[in-house]
C-alpha cells in the first residue's frame, strides 16, 4: 500500500509538472488556405469596408510564398510598411487596429489615433531570437505575420514599443498593456518586449492559433 502511495503522489508531481511547461508555438501552416476561406475572408474584408488587392499566389523559396493574401490600402486607419499579408492575418489586424488601438488611444491618451507604424509582413527567413525554435521558419516567411513598432497620435505624441513600453508615464504603460491584451484575444500568437530580446521594439502578431502570448 505504501508503495502504491507513493507511486501515485509520483504520477500526480509528474503531471503537474508537464501542466506547467512553458507552451511551445505552433509551427507556421505552410499549406495553402482553403479557397472557400478565402474567399470569405475577401468578403469579410468588403464587408468592413477595407480597400485591398488581392495578390497572386507565389513560391519564393523553401517554406516561403504568400498564399490567400492581400495589400491592404485603406483600413480606415493610416498604416505604414506592411505589404502582402494573408487574409486571415490582414482581418484580425484591421479589427485590432479599429477597435482596439484607435479607441484606446482616444480613451486612454486623450488623442485620436493619426497611424500606426508598421515593421514589416512578408519576408522570407527562420525565427529569431529564439535558440528552440532555432531553424524554423516564421510566420513572416509566409506573410501571415505583422510587426508593429509605434503609434503615432494626432496631437503629435509618438508612443515606441521600443522607449515606452516600460514608460514612466502609467497612461502611456496602460495604453500599450491594453492593446497588447486586445491583440491576444485576436491573433494565435503575440510576442511584446516582455517575451526576448528580439522583440524589444515591436509586437509581433501572428494568426497561427498557438494561443501564446507574451
Not at 505504501?2 to 509538472?17: E, K, M
Not at 495553402?32 to 464587408?47: F, G, I, Y
Request: aromatic residues 6%.
Amino acid at each position: 500500500m505504501r508503495h502504491q502511495i507513493l507511486l501515485l503522489a509520483a504520477l500526480a508531481l509528474t503531471a503537474c509538472g508537464r501542466a506547467e511547461r512553458p507552451v511551445v508555438q505552433a509551427r507556421p501552416d505552410l499549406s495553402k488556405p482553403p479557397a472557400r476561406v478565402t474567399n470569405q475572408c475577401l468578403a469579410d474584408l468588403s464587408k468592413l469596408g477595407v480597400s485591398f488587392q488581392v495578390l497572386p499566389d507565389r513560391e519564393t523559396g523553401p517554406g516561403c510564398g504568400i498564399a490567400g493574401a492581400v495589400q491592404l490600402v485603406d483600413i480606415g486607419v493610416p498604416v505604414t510598411n506592411i505589404t502582402a499579408v494573408r487574409c486571415g492575418e490582414a482581418r484580425a489586424f484591421v479589427g485590432w487596429a479599429r477597435n482596439a488601438v484607435a479607441p484606446a488611444a482616444y480613451q486612454m491618451l486623450g488623442s485620436e489615433l493619426a497611424r500606426v507604424e508598421g515593421m514589416g509582413s512578408y519576408a522570407c527567413r527562420n525565427v529569431v531570437g529564439s535558440t528552440r525554435a532555432a531553424g524554423r521558419r516564421s510566420g513572416h516567411a509566409i506573410a501571415n505575420a505583422v510587426d508593429v513598432g509605434g503609434f503615432v497620435l494626432k496631437d503629435g505624441r509618438r508612443i515606441s514599443i521600443l522607449r515606452d513600453w516600460a514608460s514612466p508615464d502609467p497612461q502611456v504603460r496602460g495604453f500599450l498593456q491594453t492593446i497588447r491584451a486586445s491583440a491576444c484575444k485576436r491573433f494565435g500568437t503575440v510576442l511584446s518586449p516582455d517575451y526576448n530580446a528580439a522583440h524589444r521594439n515591436h509586437l509581433h502578431l501572428e494568426d497561427d492559433g498557438a494561443r501564446f502570448c507574451r
